[in-house]
């Protein structure tokens, strides 16, 4: 079943991923016009990133170098997922409601080495507009869908995972990439 | 009863941790804190024990062979809780020297005593995350503090509330 917001856009390019400490991922990203025709090339282009990046299931904008307020989820077939809504791209998405906070264990393409232990809602409300259309939407998920949506948009103010870590031991060597 | 002061670090393999076990319980010794990691391959342990005397708890690590061991007496404390607020402080960015030495001096100028840290460098990235006791009132300031010193390298800080539900 195609959910409401699943993407439908245009063929995208694979785009090189930055990792840290590239400069890009610690700048807040700006908001962007949703129906922007360039706007909308960088959301096809963000699908054909994940989509090509084995075990990734969200890429920001800032990941490739962009500073804009932008990214694409999909955490289809993930073990840990519940509510799932396929592949999407959100703009300018804000977090308006969150509950049930529960820690877990995360990676970042953008930092390709390390894991962390990160307490994130285990369900959200998120406000955003969908590329293109410029259509608003909220979406109301839970579990891994809401963790990576909290991490992408974490990624649009500029945090990764490293700026909400549990403490001094609760990050980790990367032994394989998930 | 003795409390001694131990340091184990060699290379790391198979049952390292054990051996460092056996060596002390064959002198009667009682682990009571320690900690164990791997740092860039490296096995190191450190711990606090009771029971042998120094030469005693030295002869038996001196049969582990490949490592470098310490072995002194201390005087017994206890964790003192002065009744700080716990705080956890993230920097990452690119390494160059001094990142530790600038941000925990600024912590300590505060009165944040660091109670656990951790770095690790990764490629070029460098990451630092320290848990600290705070006095109370002085954790806005000292996340101005913080942001200046981190500007000044070139990295990134954040300092935020640990979190400590008891379930
Ligand atoms: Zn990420």
């Known amino acids: ?178 | 009863m003795h409390e001694l002061a131990i340091t184990v670090i060699g290379p790391d393999r198979t049952g390292i941790v054990a051996d460092v076990a056996e060596a002390l319980a064959g002198v009667g010794a009682n682990l009571t804190d320690s900690t164990m990691t791997r740092l860039r391959g490296h096995f190191t342990m450190t711990l606090i024990c009771t029971g042998p005397a120094v030469d005693e708890a030295s002869a038996a690590l001196s049969s582990l062979g490949d490592v470098v061991t310490s072995v002194r007496s201390v005087a017994p404390e206890f964790d003192k809780s002065d009744g700080g607020d716990p705080y956890v402080v993230s920097v990452h960015g690119a390494d160059r020297l001094g990142i530790v030495s600038a941000v925990t001096r600024v912590v300590a100028a505060a009165g944040g005593n660091i109670t656990d840290l951790s770095t690790r460098l990764t490629g070029a990235l460098y990451v630092l995350i320290a848990e600290v006791d705070l006095p109370a009132g002085v954790s806005d300031e000292l996340a101005e503090q913080l942001a200046v010193a981190a500007a000044e390298l070139g990295v990134e800080v954040t300092l935020r509330r640990a979190e400590s539900e008891i379930l």
Not at chain 1, 107 to 135: N, Q, Y
Request: a negative charge; charged letters at 20%.
């Open chain 1, 1 to 178: 079943m195609t959910a409401p917001v699943a993407w439908d856009g245009p063929q995208g390019n694979v785009l090189p991923v930055v990792t840290a400490p590239a400069t890009v991922l610690s700048t807040v990203g700006d908001e962007v016009d949703p129906a922007d025709p360039a706007v909308v090339q960088l959301a096809a282009d963000l699908v054909a990133t994940m989509r090509v990046s084995p075990g990734c299931v969200g890429l920001a904008a800032t990941q490739v170098g962009v500073g804009a307020q932008i990214f694409a989820v999909d955490v289809t077939g993930h073990p840990k997922a519940a509510t799932t809504h396929g592949t999407f791209v959100l703009c300018n998405a804000k977090i308006i409601e969150a509950s049930r906070w529960k820690a877990g264990r995360e990676g970042c393409m953008s930092v390709p080495d390390l894991t962390g232990d990160v307490k994130r809602a285990g369900r959200i409300v998120v406000s955003a507009a969908l590329p293109g259309s410029g259509e608003p939407v909220e979406i109301t998920t839970d579990a891994f869908e809401a963790r990576a949506l909290q991490h992408e948009i974490d990624h649009c103010a500029g945090k990764l995972f490293l700026d909400r870590v549990a403490g001094a031991h609760a990050i980790y060597q990367r032994k394989v990439y998930l």
